[in-house]
């Protein structure tokens, strides 16, 4: 067949294709060759200057022995340096013959006795000196030796802000003490105080390869030490402590007297400790930025550290299951309401106060100082909640005779006209027998028995502490609905399933997280309420005949008998068609009636 040749209209469309085909790919590949320029910019893989690259060696192999020697100061003794330690103060502990990352670990106690500057936020130093085996660690010892001696001085101490107690009063007998919490408070002012690390861990890490000195990795940048005027490096120690968690600071204060510190010297791999560098190096970074708290840190590595690692393992899987079907059911509930059509069968009274409760729940985080990330999603969820009360009343803004603006909640047509507001409004009235008395005690309770920053204060944490205590009560009103009405083909099924595959993930933490019989018996208040949605389903059979959320049905009313019915009508109407067009012959016995 021949080319037909350009389009009427447009003459060479061929060749512009063409054309516009070739510059594309010239486009490619000038893109990916700025990339390579670029790339090899800022690779840098030989020196500006066009000089040969120099490479860093180790400047002992692993397995080298050496002695490691600890020496602890602080400001009022003078030496600030390993070496002005060395010279002048006698080592706390010397580990002899240790074996550069190899060989056993090495851990020692030392009983720490601060001085009365170190008790009053004063600096203290920890010096650790390596020199080969056998030499001396004096700079003026002849045994000493220049070329094969480093240290490094670390803080012993770290300056943090102080733990504030437990904020709040009673509210009902206000005492002399809570009156200067919040005279405190009203000062705004944040104490720091001094901290002492209980633990020194240095490991040495399994590292000996050459390392360009004109362009240094990033993982060894702040661990490379360099010997000044050569091209070698000190085997790579990393003072570890990222298993240092908050909890085990001690406060540094005129009530310490003496305090044990440990001393421990192993090995470590290169790979785990890169990485515990890098989560640490992140932690900081999301603690920077606000989308993280220490204490949040500080909870991860403790599960790391009393964990059992099969259960981590466990945790990591179960977890992404969580997250998937958390996703899942967020998305089929946008879209469940997004195209929902009719309100019959919805308890449109339970959707608004949902959005109460999850407004409830927004401000009560928002007064508790809680993470950035966390409150977004608090305040997304909450947007969405009340996007979902728009879907299932009418709402409008009005105006009082003042002109002041208010909004106005109206029950849709399909609601109203399917009785479904009749038992809604039932199943509340029954509902608020049993809630409203739960939420008054427990509100009498809070105030008689905890303490509160203020009114307000305890006004939230009564109506949140309501919300996660009794918020599963309010799955029962849609029970009543589907008991009322004898179906259940108007809920959001998929939805309801992803989350009830959550409530099972759930169960199975509340089996093997140590916590009161209590508390984990209130983990399957949940799965009661859906056992009894899935006895509905069962005995109220899915109606195919009734239009679902999206206007469309899966049979027609009747079913095959309808359809079996209307075929023989067609059979019969055809036939009777046929015995109009011809007429049939008359017998002798029919001429006689005739």
């Not at 070739?22 to 390579?36: E, P, Q």
């Not at 000044?228 to 908050?246: Q, S």
């Not at 079907?325 to 449109?348: C, E, H, R, Y």
Request: proline content about 5%.
């Amino acid at each position: 067949m021949a080319d037909p040749g350009p389009v009427a209209g447009q003459p060479g469309g061929g060749q512009r294709n063409q054309q516009q085909q070739g510059t594309n790919i010239l486009s490619t590949i000038m893109r990916l060759g700025m990339m390579w320029y670029f790339f090899k910019q800022f690779s840098n893989k030989k020196p500006a200057d066009g000089s040969n690259v120099t490479y860093l060696t180790p400047l002992m192999g692993k397995g080298s022995a050496i002695d490691v020697h600890f020496f602890v100061t602080d400001s009022s003794q003078g030496p600030t340096g390993w070496r002005q330690a060395a010279e002048v103060d006698e080592p706390v502990w010397v580990a002899h013959n240790v074996s550069v990352a190899m060989g056993p670990s090495f851990s020692f106690e030392y009983t720490y006795r601060p001085s009365a500057e170190a008790q009053n936020k004063g600096s203290v130093l920890v010096h650790s000196v390596y020199t080969p085996h056998g030499a001396s660690v004096n700079p003026m010892s002849e045994t000493f030796d220049r070329t094969l001696t480093w240290g490094f001085t670390k803080n012993l101490n770290l300056y943090l802000p102080k733990l504030k107690a437990k904020e709040g009063v009673n509210l009902l007998n206000a005492s002399s003490e809570s009156t200067q919490v919040q005279e405190g408070e009203k000062s705004n002012v944040t104490e720091i105080i001094s901290y002492l690390k209980p633990n020194v861990t240095i490991n040495f890490i399994d590292e000996f390869g050459k390392v360009p000195s004109h362009q240094i990795p990033p993982h060894l940048m702040n661990i490379i030490h360099i010997v000044p005027g050569k091209p070698l490096y000190t085997p790579h120690i990393y003072f570890n402590d990222f298993w240092l968690l908050r909890d085990y600071l001690i406060p540094l204060n005129d009530t310490v007297t003496e305090q044990k510190i440990h001393f421990i010297i192993e090995p470590i791999a290169s790979w785990k400790a890169h990485m515990m560098a890098q989560m640490d190096n992140s932690f900081k970074l999301q603690e920077q930025w606000g989308m993280s708290s220490s204490s949040e840190a500080d909870e991860v590595k403790r599960i790391f550290l009393e964990g059992n690692p099969y259960f981590l393992a466990l945790t990591v899987v179960v977890s992404m299951f969580h997250s998937l079907f958390d996703v899942l059911a967020f998305k089929n509930d946008i879209g469940f309401w997004k195209d929902n059509k009719s309100m019959k069968g919805l308890s449109a009274r339970s959707i608004l106060i949902n959005a109460g409760c999850q407004l409830i729940i927004c401000l009560y985080l928002f007064d508790n100082e809680t993470s950035t990330v966390v409150l977004i999603s608090s305040f997304v969820g909450t947007l969405i909640e009340f996007w979902k009360v728009t879907k299932a009343m009418d709402v409008s803004i009005q105006h009082t005779a003042s002109g002041i603006p208010y909004l106005q909640f109206k029950d849709k047509a399909t609601y109203t006209q399917s009785k479904t507001d009749k038992y809604d409004a039932e199943a509340m009235r029954y509902l608020s027998y049993v809630l409203y008395p739960l939420i008054a005690g427990y509100a009498v309770y809070a105030l008689i028995y905890e303490t509160h920053k203020s009114w307000y204060s305890w006004v939230l944490n009564s109506l949140v502490g309501a919300v996660y205590t009794f918020g599963f009560i309010l799955m029962v009103p849609q029970l009543y609905l589907n008991y009322k009405l004898k179906s259940v083909a108007h809920l959001p099924w998929r939805q309801m399933t992803y989350k009830f595959l959550n409530t099972i993930i759930d169960d199975l933490f509340a089996f093997v997280i140590k916590m009161p019989l209590l508390h984990r018996l209130s983990v399957f208040r949940d799965d009661l309420i859906f056992v009894i949605y899935l006895y509905q389903r069962w005995i109220y059979r899915v109606d195919k005949t009734r239009a679902n959320e999206f206007g469309y049905t899966e049979e027609e009313e009747g079913g095959d008998k309808n359809k079996e019915k209307k075929k023989k009508k067609e059979e019969t109407s055809g036939k009777v068609k046929e015995g109009t067009t011809s007429t049939p012959p008359v017998d002798a016995e029919s001429k006689k009636e005739l």
